[in-house]
């Protein structure tokens, strides 16, 4: 059955440094709701009640949009493997990018990924758990490596003009700030 906590415990923090993979959801006031699978090493629990994730550069950049319109993020876990258990953080979310003094503050949390664009700092509200017993068990191979071999060819200036070209405005048109 579903249980609400106030944060994280020790025992869901180590299931969350246990996970691959992990989804983010956000939605404007209009427009298309986003969720988002994440994955790499790059995800962080800061203390009982902050989250912080490395986004990397990708097709769209919806959850940088959605928070500067509504800054409601939730983000789930699932459990493929072991002992079922879904995982929710329900909270409100901060976008930082690499000219802010934040992305600087955390951003030597985490291995150094070609292609890294903001990092979103997340105040945790509530923790729910629930059953997961209907999701399949699935086993983790590896992880794969063409994101981080297409930004380390890119380059920097290449990564920032595909940013300027792909990344400033979501798919319903809302501005992203990722260029100032």
């Known amino acids: 059955m579903a249980k609400q906590l106030p944060s994280i415990t020790s025992d869901l923090r180590q299931f969350i440094e246990q996970q691959k993979v992990f989804f983010v959801g956000t939605a404007a ?3 298309r709701i986003n969720l ?3 994955g790499m090493d790059s995800f962080r629990v800061i203390d009982e009640n ?3 994730w490395l986004n990397l550069t990708g097709s769209g950049n919806e959850t940088a949009a959605h928070l500067l ?3 409601r993020m939730t983000i789930m876990f699932c459990s493929f493997e072991g ?3 879904i995982l929710r953080l329900y909270g409100h979310a901060k976008i930082y990018h690499p000219r802010d003094a ?3 503050q955390y951003i030597h949390l985490f291995p150094t990924i070609a292609g890294a664009r903001q990092i979103i700092n997340m ?3 509530m923790v729910q758990t629930s059953c997961g017993y209907a999701v399949p068990f699935m086993e983790f ?3 794969r490596t063409q994101l981080q071999s297409w930004a380390e060819k890119q380059g920097k200036e290449r990564i920032e003009t595909y940013w300027k070209d792909r990344n400033t405005k979501s798919i319903d048109g809302f501005e992203t700030n990722i260029i100032q």
């Open 102 to 104: 934040e992305y600087h």
């Open 36 to 38: 988002s699978p994440k």
């Open 29 to 31: 006031a209009e427009g």
């Open 141 to 143: 191979k590896e992880e």
């Open 69 to 71: 319109k509504n800054d």
């Open 50 to 52: 902050q989250i912080i």
């Open 123 to 125: 105040d945790i509200e």
């Open 83 to 85: 002992k079922p258990l």
